[in-house]
């Protein structure tokens, strides 16, 4: 049976665009928000995001038929959302970060979220719906997706040789436009890292606010250090000579979480 919604607002990306420090912000709040509000973080979506992924990789029919499937199987699941709202937030529904394997941009997500849209309409009768995606300018992002890749995969281009390569992919601006355009009239909203960077809440506020949570909550709201920040430079730059110098994957892996174990532990505390 299909219902009219409260907002449901779907935060699915950028990589690198304070995600991370949104999501943690809104489960450390969780308690404060439960009545505005559900929260769908990704450990709640793993299986429509192992899809998500899926399809920014490969683009086939097959691919995109699972996730349209998982996504109709997740929201049958889900209540009315007659009397609160939804918040969900995984920049996974954009697919995987380019730079991995063979992806170069975010076009991927062209196809996924209007297909979640739908979703959420084959789900539920008129549902307000919002879609937003964080952003960051072109070379922030770069340098930050860059020395993300460095830590956590294989890399072993140069930064220069990273930028050159995957510029395309930092013009969020145009990606978004015709994103807007195939899921109208379903708004989509662009909320940039930098104007919330050095806000209480930060990019968690503006996020809040579409969802309709009121100021005298948002003030009750405590703020959380930044999360899943860059490391110094000399430590990123010793894990890029242990990506180009060990061959063997789980040998790197192990060399790398170790230099940042020794890394953690000899930091100076807050």
Not at 1 to 29: C, D, E, W, Y
Not at 86 to 111: F, K, Q, T, V
């Amino acid at each position: 049976m299909a219902f009219s919604t409260r907002p449901l607002v779907i935060h699915a990306g950028f990589h690198k665009t304070g995600t991370s420090s949104l999501q943690q912000t809104l489960k450390a709040n969780r308690t404060a928000l439960k009545r505005h509000c559900n929260l769908l973080l990704k450990p709640r979506l793993k299986d429509i995001l192992h899809a998500t992924r899926g399809y920014s990789t490969w683009r086939d029919p097959l691919t995109r038929a699972k996730m349209v499937h998982r996504a109709d199987t997740f929201l049958a699941e889900q209540p009315a959302y007659r009397h609160r709202g939804l918040i969900l937030s995984a920049e996974e529904l954009a697919g995987h970060m380019p730079g991995r394997d063979a992806i170069c941009d975010y076009s991927a997500a062209l196809i996924l979220l209007p297909e979640l849209v739908a979703a959420f309409h084959r789900r539920y009768r008129a549902p307000d719906l919002h879609v937003v995606f964080t952003t960051r300018s072109a070379q922030s992002w770069l340098t930050s997706a860059y020395w993300e890749h460095v830590k956590s995969s294989s890399m072993t281009l140069s930064q220069d040789e990273f930028t050159t390569r995957f510029a395309p992919a930092a013009r969020f601006d145009a990606l978004l436009d015709d994103l807007a355009a195939k899921i109208a009239p379903i708004p989509l909203h662009r909320i940039p890292l930098e104007d919330w960077a050095n806000t209480p809440l930060g990019l968690a506020e503006p996020v809040l606010r579409l969802q309709g949570v009121p100021d005298d909550t948002l003030q009750t709201l405590a703020p959380i250090p930044p999360v899943n920040t860059r490391l110094p430079d000399a430590l990123l730059q010793e894990l890029l000579d242990l990506n180009r110098n060990i061959g063997d994957r789980e040998a790197r892996k192990q060399a790398k979480q170790a230099l940042i174990a020794r890394y953690e532990t000899d930091a100076p505390s807050e």
